[in-house]
């Protein structure tokens, strides 16, 4: 094998340690969440039904990265991220056909117990409550939803994932 060959070979594998794997994907995880909340909370941005779902990956990521920092079945959490990953590109994708309306989809956009003693504290919880659908985009960047964005980071990190277990395989 060529000498800068044998170099790379060995670049690729350091890059795609497990402990650098497992570091980015907490990163991206926390920078992914961070984003949704700031978005939510600084900018008035309320997310719908489907961001609130796609979420929750996210969460399972950063449990299964701070679980890796303190086990040794490595494997077995790289295959439970690949897993969440493949769980997050679904949602993000359903939703990115949802805001394109090439899917139709209608959760609902409230939930309510119903309990309301007149007609003024009916209108008072109408008013408050933030009505934010599926289908309509509320933020962009460069064209692309949060959604679309997601889709991105999902396929991303799981071609990531997917290179680092074809290299775990290689170390057996």
């Known amino acids: 094998m060529p ?44 997310p719908c039904k489907l961001c609130l779902y796609q979420r929750i990956p996210y969460v399972v990521l950063i449990f299964l990265t701070i679980l890796s920092f303190l086990t040794d079945k490595l494997l077995i ?29 209608d959760i609902g956009c409230t939930a309510s117990n119903g309990e309301f003693e007149n007609i003024e504290d009916l209108r008072s919880f109408l008013e408050n409550v933030p009505l934010t659908k599926c289908d309509e985009v509320a933020f962009s960047i460069f064209g692309l939803s949060l959604a679309n964005l997601n889709l991105i980071i999902s396929i991303i990190l799981i071609l990531l994932s997917i290179i ?7 170390k057996i």
């Open 3 to 46: 000498h800068f060959l044998n170099n790379y070979n060995k670049v690729k594998r350091s890059f795609f340690s497990e402990k650098k794997y497992f570091l980015l994907i907490l990163i991206i995880s926390i920078l992914v969440l961070i984003s949704a909340y700031v978005l939510e909370y600084f900018f008035n941005y309320p």
């Open 77 to 105: 959490l790289k295959c439970c991220c690949l897993i969440c990953l493949i769980a997050s590109l679904l949602i993000s994708g359903f939703h990115s056909l949802v805001e394109r309306k090439l899917v139709s989809f």
């Open 164 to 170: 680092t277990l074809k290299n775990y395989e290689k």
